[in-house]
């Protein structure tokens, strides 16, 4: 059995190429070559909170507000299971017009309308009541980044909000019974290669179901519009070595890699990632869901982005599963062990364990 330490050393030592082949391995022994995925539909852009790296911040008065209502936010939901999907993330600003009850009201449609289908929320820090509430109402996944485990550097990047907050967020989603999923951002300013080790060792001890990570890109109408722009690289790495540290989870190539490298969601999955987020919002709003410049996919409707992602993903010799791919977090972690990555004995792949 390989140790926490052992995977960090190795980290440290080894080639991007070299730590992506190991982790690549991994990952298709866990997971097999399907890549898992999930609708995200960004249902509010209107936010009370100021994030200096986020484009649609509070204090960013250029941005367009848009909110959909909780009716056509489900209607989103349907398009999408319609054209296959079995797994939504609703994604939205720090919202208080979003109150749990309209949000519950629109999640329990969402469960009546598509059966089977698995609802991830990632809406921000919420009190553990309105977490139960959401969850009483069918969500069964939460989505929220951590974004840095450097506590002096997450107040300063969050206005204030300290990092022990959303520490306590994630403890009070896993228990209300939530598949949990965080993460960060690769390349802040202020971060140094210790932090980002931090932040996936955070990752692995907070036993994520999910870890959602992509390079941070500078906008231009926040405070940190000057900041250096970090190679793609540097996530890559990180990817990798999430995979090594957290066999089962399910780690998505995100959009954000793909804005800052066209083939960065290729690399990401080469990199030891098994998911992909197609983009579900209507496309009338989607350009004002601007957390970064250079977004990509934002006027490519539903069948067209899943046509896309099916060629990118055939490129590097993987194949989009429409399953709702739940966490395997627990089902396979035994017979993982912490490293499988050195060990030559085969795994039982994701599709046999997983049915
Ligand atoms: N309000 C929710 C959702 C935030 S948006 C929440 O607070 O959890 C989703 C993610 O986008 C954030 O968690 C952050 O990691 C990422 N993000 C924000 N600004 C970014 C930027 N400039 N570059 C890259 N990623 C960014």
């Known amino acids: 059995m390989t140790s926490t330490s052992e995977i960090v050393d190795f980290y440290r030592g080894s080639s991007t190429e070299d730590l992506a082949a190991a982790a690549r391995a991994l990952c298709e022994r866990v997971h097999g070559r399907a890549i898992l995925l999930r609708g995200l539909i960004e249902f509010s852009n209107d936010c009370v909170v100021n994030c200096l790296y986020c ?7 250029s941005v367009e507000r848009y909110r959909l209502e ?3 936010l489900v209607a989103a939901a349907e398009l999408a299971y319609a054209a296959g999907l079995r797994s939504f993330v609703l994604q939205s600003a720090e919202d ?32 553990r009541a309105d977490y139960r509430a959401l969850k009483s109402a069918g969500a069964d996944r939460y989505l ?12 300063y990047l969050r206005g204030g909000i300290v990092l022990e907050r959303r520490l306590q967020a994630l403890k009070d989603l896993r228990s209300e019974g939530y598949q949990v999923g ?11 290669e210790e932090t980002r080790i931090a ?16 390079p941070f890109i500078p906008h231009p109408a926040t405070p940190l519009a000057g900041s250096n722009q970090e190679p793609i690289e540097l996530t890559l790495r990180m990817t990798s070595l999430l995979r090594l540290l957290m066999p089962t989870a399910n780690i998505p190539a995100t959009t954000a890699a793909g804005s800052l490298d066209p083939e960065g969601r290729e690399k990401m999955i080469l990199a030891g990632a098994n998911v992909l987020m197609p983009n579900m919002t209507p496309t009338q709003v989607r350009k004002n869901y601007l957390l970064y410049p250079g977004k990509i996919c934002l006027d490519e409707a539903g069948e067209k982005c899943l046509g896309c992602l099916a ?10 599963s429409f399953e709702r791919g739940d966490s395997l977090r627990g089902a396979l972690v035994a017979d993982c062990g912490e490293a499988a990555f050195r060990s030559a004995a085969p795994l039982p792949a994701r599709a046999a364990a997983a049915r």
Do not use: Q
Not at 144 to 153: G, I, K, Y
Not at 184 to 189: A, D, I, K, R, T
Not at 199 to 214: F, S, W, Y
């Open 55 to 61: 484009g649609i911040r509070a204090g960013n008065a």
């Open 70 to 72: 909780p009716e056509e």
């Open 96 to 127: 208080p017009w979003y109150t749990v009850e309209r949000l519950a009201g629109a999640v329990e449609r969402i469960k009546e309308r598509c059966p089977g289908a698995a609802v991830t929320l990632s809406c921000g820090i919420k009190s």
């Open 144 to 155: 929220l980044r951590f974004e840095t485990s450097d506590p002096a550097l997450h107040r």
């Open 182 to 192: 965080s993460g960060f951002m690769v390349g802040l300013p202020g971060e140094t």
């Open 199 to 214: 932040n996936a060792l955070l990752c692995a001890r907070l036993e994520l179901d999910m870890v959602g990570i992509g």
């Open 311 to 320: 060629l990118r993903m055939k490129s590097v010799g993987r194949e989009l």
